[in-house]
């Protein structure tokens, strides 16, 4: 007997739209509240505190943060779009569905990490065209630009989802979004560039990898890095693939998924 | 050609007993099977190891000859599970949990939405097919997971206990519908604390008992080793104070209600002219229990031995 042909790319493009359907019908939970943060972002620092800063590496304070806002919306939502979608997953047992499915493990996560990045793109358009009501972007580098968010988004997309696979109850997904992801965020240069820093905490912040992204996102659309650009692209393909490699172990193994 | 192929399966759990020792079994292409034991007895591991969702510590798993640990994806292209608890998303409309389990088997949608819409009538849920899952009874979850399960034509359909908590009609509509996909040639196995439902459905069977196969043969074998049976009888009239039961496996339980304990040689008619002789008429007569249960018990030690 002939075992059926499985379509792989049918079984990646459903769970895909599975995902991309999720966020869309609970938006007031996921697109919504991203949009009204950044909006309060620009208007009380960009607006009111920024006016009295003044320029920033030659730019107005609210065309100097945009795109450190742009991928801080980005990366929240890649990472607990994946963390959530694969918690709840689990939680409800219909993780099941695709366990016991024809579908090979990389197709999982490539389905989940590119549904986070999904949710993460959008938000990031979102808050990008939020922006545009109150600054400029000019883009000065196309390709860096979307390069640079689309591996943000993937980056994160992958750390929910092995936050998802340890995961054993809801306090757990959201431990890493605040003890870790939102310090490095808001001290990954969104604000403010490291040259205002001192010494030490110049050299402490190249620890952050956000610090590479913002920075890299910032020189696609306004030219102005604190750090190589070269550098930042390496450290994050470096972290996909420790990631995605570290995640497929995990799932391969059946950690968190199978007894 | 076998369905299923289990060879010297052994799963010890962490820190857990060992909860399968090393069992062997087969299923025929088109069987009806029942797999049945006590709770705890290792069902749920053997079936969560054949769908993949259990790793097995050791041994063999072959779905229609195609190793589950070498070519996991062709293996698992087979099968179809309904499992003992709802396990899909609550907050997914009925059809497109259909279409989105279609679609991890490669179904496109189009391909499979016909199948989708003869499912959702068959099993009685096209009304509800935009219903989010969580608003459904509990009977409509359950033939929803049976037509998640036949959604791609699996040619091996395991059901793990399908009628828990169903009410006697339901369980009788479900029970025609399995008869019904498995005269069309699909294979089932079924376990179930239903032992009447096994008796009824199923042509062969394993028991399985602290992680062993204590017994693996067709039913109606199984149910011809059972040397006697017990049959309550309801009289049309009260029971005479002076009637002679002597040398009758009969004892009355009130004035109307009488056990009959019938064994494989006895001639029931004779029983009946003894009693008919005497002025008892009988109104009704039925199993004390299904004739299954019975040998079940005793095999798996809760009862003494009567086999």
Known sequence: MKAPEVHHW??????????????????????????????????????????????????????????????????NNAYANVASSFFSAKFQNHIEELLVAPIPNYLILVGYIAGGAARGLLVGLIVTLVSLFFTTLPIQHIFITLSMVVLSAIMFALGGFINAIYAK?????????????????????????????????????????????????????????DIPVSIAFSIIIFCIIGLSSFALYLLNKGTGLRH | MKALSIRNLTKTYLKGPMALKGIDLDVEQGDFFALLGPNGAGKSTTIGIVTSLITKTSGEVKIFDIDLSTSPEKAKSYLGLVPQEFNFNGFEQVENILLTQAGYYGIP????????????????????????????????KRRLMIARALVHQPKLLILDEPTAGVDIELRRSMWQFLQE???????????????????????????????????????????????????????????????????????????????????????????????????????????????????????????????
């Open chain 1, 10 to 75: 049918v079984a990646f493009t459903t769970l895909l739209t599975r995902e991309i359907r999720r966020f869309i019908r609970i938006w007031p939970q996921t697109l919504l509240p991203p949009a009204i943060t950044m909006t309060l972002y620009f208007i009380i620092f960009g607006n009111l505190i920024g006016s009295r800063i003044g320029e920033m590496s030659g730019f107005s304070y609210m065309e100097y943060i945009a795109p450190g806002i742009i991928m801080m919306a980005v990366i």
């Open chain 1, 169 to 225: 109850n809801f306090d757990e997904i959201a431990i890493i979004p605040t003890f870790i992801l939102t310090p490095l965020t808001y001290l990954g240069g969104i604000f403010y560039s490291i040259d205002l820093l001192p010494d030490f905490w110049q050299q402490a912040s190249l620890f952050n990898p956000i610090l590479y992204m913002v920075n890299a996102f910032r020189y696609g659309m306004l030219g102005v890095s």
């Open chain 2, 109 to 140: 949608k189009k391909e499979a939405a016909p199948r989708v819409e003869q499912l959702l009538h068959q099993l009685d849920l096209w009304d509800k097919r935009f219903t989010p899952s969580r608003s459904l009874s509990g009977g409509m």
């Open chain 2, 181 to 307: 996909i498995n005269a069309q040639g699909t294979t089932i196995i079924l376990t179930t604390h239903y032992l009447e439902e096994a008796e009824n459905l199923c042509r062969n069977i394993a028991i399985i008992d602290h992680g062993s196969i204590i017994e693996n043969t067709d039913m109606k074998s199984l149910l011809n080793r059972l040397d006697k049976e017990v049959f309550i009888l309801d009289l049309k009239q009260p029971l005479p104070d002076n009637i002679d039961l002597s040398g009758l496996a009969i004892h009355q339980l009130d004035s109307k209600t009488l056990e009959l304990e019938l064994k494989r040689d006895d001639i029931i008619n004779n029983i009946f002219t003894r009693l008919t002789q005497q002025g008892i008429e009988i109104s009704s007569m039925k199993n004390k229990a299904n004739r299954l249960e019975e040998l079940f018990l005793a095999l798996v030690d809760r009862t003494s031995p009567n086999v």
